[in-house]
Antibody, heavy 129, light 107 residues
Framework: QITLKESGPTLVKPTQTLTLTCTISGFSLSTSGVGVAWIRQPPGKALEWLAVIYWDDDKRYSPSLKSRLTITKDTSKNQVVLTMTNMDPVDTATYYCAHLTLGPDILTGYLGGQYFDYWGQGALVTISA | DIQMTQSPSSLSASVGDRVTITCRASQGIRIDLGWYQQKPGKAPKRLIYAASSLQGGVPTRFSGSASGTEFTLTISSLQPEDFATYYC?????????FGQGTKVEVK
């Protein structure tokens, strides 16, 4: 059974750095094709993809936030960590981590991968002085 | 970046209604699109992947289709538990992008 759980501070001051941890179970980030992504959602607004890290340590970032984001993994701890620097009140949001896998779907033969089929519960982070 | 234009932004419907939500991609994304349902205070839940494949455990009243760069989520007979916000996601190329969401409300 795949589960993900976000943890981190609920309140961060402007200009500070946010560090969020996604603890995974039921799958391994050392398994070929596996990835974990971060997505955020400001209150009342749409979802926004932030970053992804893959089993082979390949990393991709949203271009609009790339200069502020770092994603890393600790396979032995089953954790994925996202850091975001220079936080601003507009970064107030619920931050989610989600599972994905590359490669063919057994049922349909679809080659595009399985994206965000499992999500964490989310962590609300408020940026305020 | 690929823009996903989702419409409508909200709709009012009654139980039993047929509901259609559309996402239009700004360029070709093959069928690299999923649909997600989100209820207040909860994480999104995947309904459809590969544009038209039903996620296991999801009721068959949900269906997806694709025509070029236009993608549609249809709920054939709206049920009380379907009142929620729906998002599309394209994962064809980085940055992955979501639609702006469609809130399905009680009429």
């Amino acid at each position: 059974q795949i589960t993900l759980k976000e943890s981190g501070p609920t309140l961060v001051k402007p200009t500070q750095t946010l560090t969020l941890t996604c603890t995974i179970s039921g799958f391994s980030l050392s398994t070929s094709g596996v990835g974990v992504a971060w997505i955020r959602q400001p209150p009342g607004k749409a979802l926004e993809w932030l970053a992804v890290i893959y089993w082979d340590d390949d990393k991709r970032y949203s271009p609009s936030l790339k200069s502020r984001l770092t994603i890393t993994k600790d396979t032995s701890k089953n954790q994925v960590v996202l850091t975001m620097t220079n936080m601003d009140p507009v970064d107030t949001a619920t931050y989610y981590c989600a599972h994905l896998t590359l490669g063919p779907d057994i049922l349909t033969g679809y080659l595009g991968g399985q994206y965000f089929d499992y999500w964490g519960q989310g962590a609300l982070v408020t940026i305020s002085a | 970046d690929i823009q996903m234009t989702q419409s409508p932004s909200s709709l009012s419907a009654s139980v039993g209604d047929r509901v259609t939500i559309t996402c239009r991609a700004s360029q070709g994304i093959r069928i690299d699109l999923g649909w997600y349902q989100q209820k207040p205070g909860k994480a999104p839940k995947r309904l459809i992947y590969a544009a038209s494949s039903l996620q296991g455990g999801v009721p068959t009243r949900f269906s997806g289709s694709a025509s070029g760069t236009e993608f549609t989520l249809t709920i054939s007979s709206l049920q009380p538990e379907d009142f929620a916000t729906y998002y599309c996601l394209q994962h064809n190329s980085y940055p992955w992008t979501f639609g702006q969401g469609t809130k399905v409300e009680v009429k």
